[in-house]
């Protein structure tokens, strides 16, 4: 059975740091992607990766944060940077097999996966 488990959330002041793990078992070849639900909105896409390498970001996010997967310990990887107020949420891994890399952004996206982490807070405070 597929398992997920995120790491490396936290608390952080505005313009800090901090890189989100996700551990995958077992080890598929898949469309993986970061998302995010802040309390009383819906969950939405943050960034994706497929596994050819092909990355989408949320507009939000673009040239702050970065999605990368280690393919050997299949393990994916989320580089925040430059975060704010507005970052802070419950983010989650998810996984699914033989969607497009897009799909994670899109509206609804998150629909389309079926294999999720249980998530990992990131705070940003002011």
């Known amino acids: 059975q597929l398992q997920l488990m995120e790491s490396g959330g936290g608390s952080v002041q505005a313009g800090g740091s901090l890189r989100l793990s996700c551990a995958a078992s077992p080890v598929i070849d898949s469309c993986m992607g970061w998302f995010r639900q802040a309390p009383g909105k819906e969950r939405e896409g943050v960034a994706g990766i497929d596994s050819n390498g092909l990355t989408v970001y949320a507009d939000s996010v673009k040239g702050r944060f970065t999605i990368s997967k280690d393919n050997t310990k299949m393990t994916l990887y989320l580089q925040m940077n430059s975060l704010r107020r507005e970052d802070t949420a419950m983010y989650y891994c998810?996984?699914?097999?033989?969607?497009?890399?897009?799909?994670?952004?899109?509206?609804?996206?998150?629909?389309?996966?079926?294999?999720w982490g249980q998530g990992t807070q990131v705070t940003v405070s002011s």
């Open positions: 998810a996984i699914e097999g033989f969607r497009p890399v897009s799909m994670v952004v899109a509206v609804n996206g998150a629909n389309a996966f079926g294999y």
